[in-house]
């Protein structure tokens, strides 16, 4: 014991400490340094990427790869200042690179994954992606071990990089330019197919988020198919690129448009496929039910009279597209001031 304190006496004495403690200070104001010059140049790239139209990607992967060329040099900076030799550790590394490599692998998998989609430039952050999985969202970020979609219900979906980078991804926003939309619709086969074409194309090009007609871009109306149970067409239209964000509301807008002009125009739309099937099968019980019609005590549904017009409903689904993509731009608004606040260390509020 008499040993142990002698030597720490003479350690003490020695000044020694002095020299360890400034080397730990400095280590650790090295690392600390290059921990917020990372934080600085994020939120100097984000603000620049979010005013830039065209190289937002670019600044988007100078932004990830900075960050952690600057993370790296500063922690190896640190060491160097504490003394540790950098020979013997890279070869420390290289030696336990192999276990590590094993037991880690899938997030050595992820993490390279992660890289390869920043530098790809066919996804990009603020696309409108589908997988092949169906699920559609809008990229939010992409990180280190999964890449983050918000959905238009507006849920976040965390995906993996593996599976972004090796399953089929359909990016409805690769072009920035509008992309063409099928929507189907089925009438009476006794209809007129040029009225159908009048009053399909009138609805369509009277929603507020169809493009006008071009050479290389014009709404239609294309019969796809006909039976004994009536006539198959479709709506093919070209929205806004906005609107194209949220295909479900659209699609439904327009299938809504689409039912409103029919009965406008008193063009009756065809029947389930499986109704001539159910009446060819119950073929005995046509007698029965044309009996109980003409019983004064069996009341029959009213049948819509000639030259009565229907009354356009209202479509909530029109509606739902323009509060969807407003929604989308608060929860960019939101997005970026969770990620200052979490850059300054507060906690960003609700509102």
Request: with cysteine; glycine share 8%.
């Amino acid at each position: 014991m008499h040993e142990l304190i002698e030597s720490a006496r003479v350690w003490v004495a020695s000044g020694h400490w002095v020299t360890l403690g400034g080397r730990l200070i400095a280590a650790a104001a090295i690392m600390g340094g290059a921990y917020l010059l990372t934080r600085v140049l994020s939120a100097v790239l984000e603000r620049l990427r979010r005013r830039s139209t065209h190289s937002a990607s670019l600044l988007y992967i100078v932004e990830k790869v900075s960050g952690y060329a600057i993370l790296l040099v500063g922690v190896l900076s640190g060491l160097s200042t504490l003394g540790a030799n950098l020979n013997s550790f890279s070869v420390f590394a290289g030696a336990t690179g192999v276990g590590l490599g094993l037991g880690l692998q899938g997030i050595v998998r992820e993490f390279f994954s992660g890289l390869v989609l920043i530098f790809d430039s066919s996804i990009r952050v603020g696309d409108f992606v589908e997988t092949d999985t169906g699920v559609r969202g809008e990229i939010v970020e992409v990180g280190a071990r999964a890449t983050r979609l918000r959905t238009n219900d507006a849920l976040y979906v965390v995906i993996p990089n593996s599976k972004m980078t090796q399953s089929q991804v359909t990016n409805c926003t690769f072009s920035d330019t509008s992309r063409r939309i099928h929507v189907p619709f089925s009438v009476v086969a006794s209809a007129d197919k040029a009225r159908v074409r009048e009053v399909v194309l009138a609805a369509a090009k009277a929603m507020p988020f169809t493009l006008p007609d071009h050479e290389r871009r014009n709404t239609q109306v294309w019969l796809t198919g006909f039976s004994g149970a009536g006539l198959n067409f479709e709506l093919i239209v070209w929205p806004t690129l906005r609107s194209s964000r949220h295909p479900a509301s659209m699609h439904a807008a327009y299938t809504w448009a689409i039912h409103d002009a029919l009965l406008a125009a008193q063009i009756d739309t065809a029947p389930p496929p499986n109704a001539l099937r159910i009446e060819t099968v119950a073929g005995g019980r046509r007698a029965e039910k044309a009996t109980a019609a003409r019983r004064p005590d069996v009341k029959q549904p009213p049948a819509r009279r000639r030259g009565a017009k229907a009354e356009a409903s209202p479509n909530d689904a029109l509606t739902a597209v323009f509060d969807e993509a407003n929604s989308d731009d608060r929860a960019r608004e939101i997005e970026h001031a969770e990620r200052e606040a979490r850059r300054q260390g507060a906690v960003p509020s609700d509102t």
